[in-house]
T-cell receptor, first 115, second 112 residues
Framework: DAGVTQSPTHLIKTRGQQVTLRCSPKSGHDTVSWYQQALGQGPQFIFQYYEEEERQRGNFPDRFSGHQFPNYSSELNVNALLLGDSALYLC??????????????FGEGSRLTVL | SQQGEEDPQALSIQEGENATMNCSYKTSINNLQWYRQNSGRGLVHLILIRSNEREKHSGRLRVTLDTSKKSSSLLITASRAADTASYFCATGSGGGADGLTFGKGTHLIIQP
């Protein structure tokens, strides 16, 4: 049973560029959440996708956008990259059938460096 | 913004000793979870305690929750070198659509 997979694992971009990160959820999961983790900090919630719609969003500008596909996989897009966007981007999957925010299954992350 | 605050920020103990980490949070919660992260990799779920529970055990882990003080503690008994990692508490405040709010973490080092 494959867990949450993310790609790419590492990437380097320059300021102003755009990046797309990809995530495949754990088998049987239909909900994907994205988190940003700066060095030495805890993860911060970016947004969550369910049924191909953004269901909730954290305190991130609209330079951060996403998409969920019919097979439940998801993409995170960041436009007009800033140096401060350098971070580990984590994808987490879950099943919408739980009544509250239960256990999340995380991928290994995509480490983005903006120069 | 971070809701939870773990204490201490860093902890170094000898293998075999017990490790205790604390977490405080600010708003009302539905549940509180603890996660482990090894050296900048993905997070692994350890244990979830609901707001109507006071204590929960899982193997060598014991979690307590005091909603009146808005605090939780994680105890790892008989620590092992493999327990070296960062530990984060995370709170969920509502329905399934809510993202988790993480603290800054406690970095635990187990000396062999």
């Amino acid at each position: 049973d494959a867990g949450v997979t993310q790609s790419p694992t590492h990437l380097i971009k320059t300021r102003g560029q755009q990046v797309t990160l990809r995530c495949s959820p754990k088998s049987g999961h239909d909900t994907v959440s994205w988190y940003q983790q700066a060095l030495g900090q805890g993860p911060q919630f970016i947004f969550q996708y369910y049924e191909e719609e953004e269901r909730q969003r954290g305190n991130f500008p609209d330079r951060f956008s996403g998409h969920q596909f019919p097979n439940y996989s998801s993409e995170l897009n960041v436009n007009a990259l800033l140096l401060g966007d350098s971070a580990l981007y984590l994808c987490a999957s879950s099943w919408a059938g739980v009544a509250d925010t239960g256990e999340l299954f995380f991928g290994e992350g995509s480490r983005l460096t903006v120069l | 913004s971070q809701q939870g605050e773990e204490d201490p920020q860093a902890l170094s103990i000898q293998e075999g000793e017990n490790a205790t980490m604390n977490c405080s949070y600010k708003t009302s919660i539905n549940n509180l979870q603890w996660y482990r992260q090894n050296s900048g990799r993905g997070l692994v779920h350890l244990i979830l305690i609901r707001s109507n529970e006071r204590e929960k055990h899982s193997g060598r882990l014991r979690v307590t929750l005091d909603t009146s003080k808005k605090s939780s503690s994680l105890l790892i008994t008989a620590s092992r070198a493999a327990d070296t990692a960062s530990y984060f508490c995370a709170t969920g405040s509502g329905g399934g659509a809510d993202g988790l709010t993480f603290g800054k973490g406690t970095h635990l080092i187990i000396q062999p």
